[in-house]
């Protein structure tokens, strides 16, 4: 019987080995034309839930760090990038005030509970300084009341009301928020020409009808 690591590294390539060029390009768009804008070039950021690096490998940072706990994760990196292989709600392997910026996407649905995810949201607003900023981008359990539940290993629905309480019991900040961001996904099959998402982010009046993803962006009050 394979090793819950085993079985998570044969679940990602499952899903993402026939897209995973797309991917990568899909992150080069969303990386340099969208949250490069909440993310100065000079931050240290940790890609949470880094899976293979489609973002963490392309951001434009001083120090960055992804972590996750997919064998397949190391191999996937930059030589710019540092590996964390742990348990995400376990003490993280860095100092406190070290990081500007925490980005997770599509990951804390995977959390098995809340008390998981707020022991994980207690360690990111340890390691940020104070105005440091976590970026979150998942799957909106409001706007997919079915389609949320075809993978294997979603186990917290989330929305992006209960997310922000969550961060506010925790101590963050919210800054902003939207209920409806980018379309799901493309584990499904989803992979428009990359014109449409570049035209897609532009155009914001379409989020709320094509968005069943949340994003929101909090931060670690200074005081």
């Given at each position: 019987m394979r090793s819950p690591a085993q079985q998570l590294e044969q679940e990602y390539a499952m899903r993402f080995e026939q897209c995973a060029s797309?991917?990568?390009?899909?992150?080069?768009?969303?990386?340099h034309e969208f949250f490069s804008a909440w993310i100065p070039a000079t931050s240290t950021v940790l890609d949470l839930g880094c899976g293979w690096g489609e973002f963490i490998n392309q951001i434009?940072?001083?120090?960055?760090?992804?972590?996750?706990?997919?064998?397949?994760?190391?191999?996937?990196?930059s030589r710019d990038v540092t590996f964390l292989g742990q348990d995400c709600s376990e003490p993280w392997q860095l100092p406190d005030s070290h990081l500007d910026v925490v980005f997770t996407s599509n990951f804390f649905e995977h959390l098995p509970s809340k008390e998981?995810?707020?022991r994980t949201l207690a360690e990111a607003f340890r390691c940020l300084k104070p105005n440091g900023r976590l970026i979150c981008l998942g799957p909106n359990v409001k706007f997919l009341p079915g389609e949320?539940?075809?993978?294997?290993?979603?186990?917290?629905?989330?929305?992006?009301?209960s997310l922000q309480e969550g961060l506010e019991l925790t101590g963050f900040?919210?800054?902003?928020?939207?209920?409806?961001?980018l379309p799901y996904s493309m584990s499904q099959g989803f992979t428009p020409p990359l014109v449409f998402l570049r035209l897609y982010l532009r155009l914001r009046f379409i989020w709320p009808?094509?968005?069943?993803q949340f994003l929101v962006l909090a931060r670690r009050p200074a005081g």
């Open positions: 797309y991917r990568i390009k899909v992150w080069e768009v969303l990386t434009v940072a001083q120090k960055k760090y992804g972590m996750d706990l997919n064998p397949a994760s190391p191999g996937k990196l998981t995810l707020q949320y539940w075809d993978f294997w290993d979603h186990f917290l629905p989330l929305t992006e009301l900040s919210v800054e902003r928020k939207w209920a409806r961001f009808i094509l968005g069943k």
